[in-house]
T-cell receptor, first 112, second 109 residues
């Protein structure tokens, strides 16, 4: 079993829809949770960063962590074609960890 | 702000040739540094990570090697490239948060 599981998609939704991206994990020691957005042929860019359980909102993006279920989510409201990218979840046990553990990435397409 | 400079952006090399990819980091000190490889449509595979100068940990056996001659410099090398070394190579650093360079797309022909 992988430490982090993420549905690779692809996921295709119409513009304006609410998008839900998810990851599950098996190691209860994970404390820091990240979402990265990666455009084609580019490096991943940090989108959201959360510590422990709870929600964090930044504009149209909301990151949600449920440590009891070992489940994290990224919600995108009012999705735009520019949101089309691969979204990677990542997590670590400590800040600035020696190892980050990544999900496989979900490829998302927003159709105009 | 934290920035990773990674070059070259694209590289086409023949089988059996050597490789040297360089990564430098700005905006943070004493970072942990990483080399990842990303195959098409797949996740990130951690190749090497370093917690300090001269300290390299290898995650997978392969014909690649890494070196960290300076605090903010990380180099990925190979003496003889294989076809299977083709992929998208990413350098990353963690200070307070983890951030990535723009990657090098390597095609071995």
């Amino acid at each position: 079993q992988k430490e982090v599981e993420q549905d690779p998609g692809p996921l295709s939704v119409p513009e304006g829809a609410i998008v839900s991206l998810n990851c599950t994990y098996s190691n209860s020691a994970f404390q820091y949770f990240m979402w990265y957005r990666q455009y084609s042929r580019k490096g991943p860019e940090l989108l959201m960063y959360t510590y422990s359980s709870g929600n964090k909102e930044d504009g149209r993006f909301t990151a949600q962590v449920d440590k009891s279920s070992k489940y994290i989510s990224l919600f995108i409201r009012d999705s735009q074609p520019s949101d089309s990218a691969t979204y990677l979840c990542a997590m670590s046990k400590v800040q600035g960890a020696q190892k980050l553990v990544f999900g496989q990435g979900t490829r998302l397409t927003i159709n105009p | 702000s934290q920035t990773i400079h990674q070059w070259p952006a694209t590289l086409v090399q023949p089988v059996g040739s050597p490789l040297s990819l360089e990564c430098t980091v700005e905006g943070t000190s004493n970072p942990n540094l990483y080399w990842y490889r990303q195959a098409a449509g797949r996740g990130l595979q951690l190749l090497f990570y370093s917690v300090g100068i001269g300290q390299i940990s290898s995650e997978v056996p392969q014909n690649l090697s890494a070196s960290r001659p300076q605090d903010r410099q990380f180099i990925l090398s190979s003496k003889k490239l294989l076809l299977s070394d083709s992929g998208f190579y990413l350098c990353a650093a963690t200070g307070a948060k983890a951030f990535f360079g723009q990657g090098t797309r390597l095609t071995v022909v």
